[in-house]
């Protein structure tokens, strides 16, 4: 860290530039990035370039060194961007927001991190035992976000494949007393099919991986990733995540929150319920779709604590309401698969929002009286997953990159307007910068 405030390379901000052109904006970039400096301002802005490597540039020391100090005192960084948030916040008592934007694999997840970290850290550490709990709630509960919403992509081994928007909420004194999660847009055609090169969520290996031999045979499960056919494209890919340990933390941090075992064994029915639907099969008798192996419906049906008749049913018929008439008219092959398919990934979808609803359970203010204790205010911290272009674009993707260029719009709009706003209300000549 000290060899970082005495030496910087290139233009630390971007504002500082004699000339602004692409060629030498990437220049600067380039230049930072090689000497190590991953981090690069724009005013207020922080430009980030992922090294796909730890650095040392995280721990109480330089924590320290960010703590309590004006955006420009230090090199550019996370914690100034953090730390500007939270005074804001504390000085004038009114809401911040931190919006972490760019393209996928740019290290986006891993920045909110460490914004939160950086928050938990500075915010009295050791003064009151709820605060400290809160705190905890907060950090822990991100392996559990990432376990069920992130999955391995080609651009990035742990990339969220949702949006989420996290409220944290402070006390008069600035201390964090709670906080609520928004979840948006879970790309849950994953669960049936991905890319080449790509996994599935990272909860289903975790489970098959780190799941003990007794876990694993309630669940009528093995270990073998190659035999589900939902996730046997990304069976045999390598990635940076140790899936067999990743399962530990993240069933520790469930307790830890506060899921009871039975809600933990419940999320692991869940899974392995999908796992299991992936391997049905339909034949064809005729005109009529019959349901090949039995003995998965057995399975699936002890696994959701309901009848097979009704599993099968549900698998091969769809109820369709003419007038007064409610009839059940079956499925052709086709369909069926359909339906499977629909089925597994409205189960994964809403398995993910109730972990988000308990985790907020949690989470959320609780007995904040504002009229003993003043108002209480909130940093927000937006995490929107990144825009990325496919061979084969899913509506999903689509929603995504819209949502990216409207943030994106908004930036701009947010930046350059404002900017022009204030130079002409303080009378300074300069060159209009046009902007749609």
Excluded at 73 to 80: G, Q, T
Excluded at 132 to 143: A, D, F, G, I, P
Excluded at 285 to 303: Q, R
């Amino acid at each position: 860290m000290a060899e970082q405030e005495s030496l910087e390379f290139g233009k630390a901000d971007f504002v500082l530039m004699d000339t602004v052109s692409m060629p030498e904006f990437m220049a600067n970039l380039k230049l930072r990035f090689e000497k190590g400096r991953i981090y690069t301002f724009i005013g207020e802005v922080v430009v980030s370039v992922n090294p796909y490597k730890l650095l040392n540039i995280y721990g109480r020391d330089t924590i320290e060194q960010y703590k309590g100090r004006e955006l420009y005192e230090r090199p550019p960084h996370l914690f100034a961007i953090a730390d500007a948030a939270y005074k804001a916040m504390k000085r004038r008592a009114k809401d911040t927001c931190i919006v972490i934007s760019g393209e996928s694999g740019a290290g986006k997840t891993e920045a909110s991190k460490y914004i939160m970290q950086y928050i938990a850290a500075i915010t009295n550490p050791g003064q009151r035992a709820e605060v400290e709990r809160v705190k905890n709630m907060l950090l822990k509960s991100n392996c559990v976000l990432e376990a069920f919403g992130n999955a391995k992509t080609n651009r990035n081994d742990n990339s969220s494949r949702f949006g989420k928007y996290m409220d944290i909420n402070f006390d008069f004194k600035g201390d964090p007393i709670g906080g609520h999660i928004n979840n948006y847009l879970l790309e849950k055609s994953r669960v049936i099919v991905q890319q080449p090169g790509e996994r599935s969520f990272h909860s289903f290996y975790q489970l098959l991986q780190g799941g003990s031999e007794q876990i694993l045979r309630s669940l009528h499960l093995q270990k073998s990733l190659s035999s589900y056919n939902y996730i046997h494209v990304g069976a045999q890919l390598k990635s940076s995540i140790n899936d067999a340990a990743e399962f530990k933390v993240v069933a520790d941090a469930m307790k830890v929150i506060g899921f009871t075992p039975e809600e933990i064994q419940t999320v692991y029915k869940i899974l392995a319920t999908i796992l299991h639907l992936g391997n049905l099969k339909f034949v064809v008798d005729g005109d009529t779709p019959l349901i090949e192996n039995d003995k998965v419906v057995s399975i699936i049906a002890e696994l959701l604590s309901t009848k097979t008749d009704m599993v099968e049913k549900a698998l091969l018929y769809r109820t369709v309401a003419t007038g007064r008439d409610i009839i059940d008219k079956q499925h052709t092959e086709q369909e069926a698969s359909y339906g499977r398919d629909a089925f597994a990934k409205a189960i994964y979808e809403r398995l993910f929002c109730w972990i988000v609803t308990r985790i907020n359970d949690i989470i959320e203010v609780k007995n904040y009286d504002t009229t003993i204790h003043g108002k209480n205010t909130v940093i927000g911290v937006l995490d929107i997953y990144g825009f990325e272009i496919f061979d084969n674009n899913s509506f999903e993707q689509f929603c995504i990159n819209y949502c990216n260029e409207k943030l994106q719009q908004l930036f701009i709009q947010l930046v350059l307007k404002q900017e022009q706003e204030e130079y002409q209300r303080e009378g300074i000549p300069w060159k209009h910068v046009g902007f749609l």
